[in-house]
């Protein structure tokens, strides 16, 4: 079947623009989570929901960042104001079961976005 | 909080010879282990996962690894490598008692080059 999607899969923006990013979850997927691929910091986890909620927050780099997540499925991930740091590969994974840590998460292929 | 160390930025193998990349991690509790790659151009791919039971985890494309608490390792073999096996490996641990909230902690990542 269909894996993890995301778009764009490519987005360049100016600095102060706005960007909304989108993750479409395997089907029956609870579990999806945001996590942010940079030259600097690595793999960064961002965000986890579990269904349409988000029980923590605290890991959205700045109030600039925002996610939401609609019907139990597709997820935006939106960053206001952009700056040159948020340059980076933002990459969607779900899996099957929310709060099990250890079921496998499906990665998506990633939105790049470059900040200009 | 937990981390992951993975000490090896670049590896070089002969392609037929057999491979280790080690990783080390930090977490109070017992962890949840996974090991993932990340081919050119390609999301990441789960390799293989520990949570409980034997020590010694097979996965897919023919890696192993190992958990050993006593050294807080959780080493990815593989007895002969192929050309195709060119690519970024990332250790990951999950906190068990967050449920998924706190997502999975990456080292890193090894950049893996096979010679001929």
């Known amino acids: 079947g269909a894996g993890v999607s995301q778009s764009p899969s490519n987005k360049v923006t100016e600095k102060g623009k706005d960007v909304e990013l989108r993750c479409d979850p395997i089907?029956?997927?609870?579990?999806l989570y945001w996590y942010r691929q940079s030259l600097g910091q690595g793999l960064e986890f961002l965000i986890y929901?579990?269904?349409?909620?988000?029980?923590?927050k605290s890991g959205l780099p700045s109030d600039r960042f925002s996610a939401e997540r609609t019907g139990g499925s597709v997820s935006t991930l939106t960053i206001q104001r952009t700056q040159q740091e948020d340059s980076a590969v933002y990459l969607c994974a779900s899996s099957l079961n929310a709060g099990q840590i250890q079921e496998t998460q499906y990665f998506g292929p990633g939105t790049r976005l470059l900040v200009l | 909080a937990q981390s992951v160390t993975q000490p090896d930025i670049h590896i070089t193998v002969s392609e037929g010879a057999s491979l280790e990349l080690r990783c080390n991690y930090s977490?109070?509790?017992?962890?949840?282990l996974f090991w993932y790659v990340q081919s050119p151009g390609q999301g990441l791919q789960l390799l293989l996962k520990y949570f409980s039971g034997d020590t010694l985890v097979q996965g897919i494309k023919g890696f192993e690894a190992e958990f050993k608490r006593s050294q807080s390792s959780f080493n990815l073999r593989k007895p002969s490598v192929h050309w195709s096996d060119a690519a970024e490996y990332f250790c990951a641990v999950g906190a068990g008692s967050g449920g998924g909230a706190d997502g999975l902690t990456f080292g890193k990542g090894t950049h893996l080059i096979i010679q001929p």
């Open positions: 977490y109070g509790a017992t962890p949840y």
């Open positions: 089907s029956g997927h609870t579990a």
């Open positions: 929901f579990q269904g349409n909620s988000a029980p923590d």
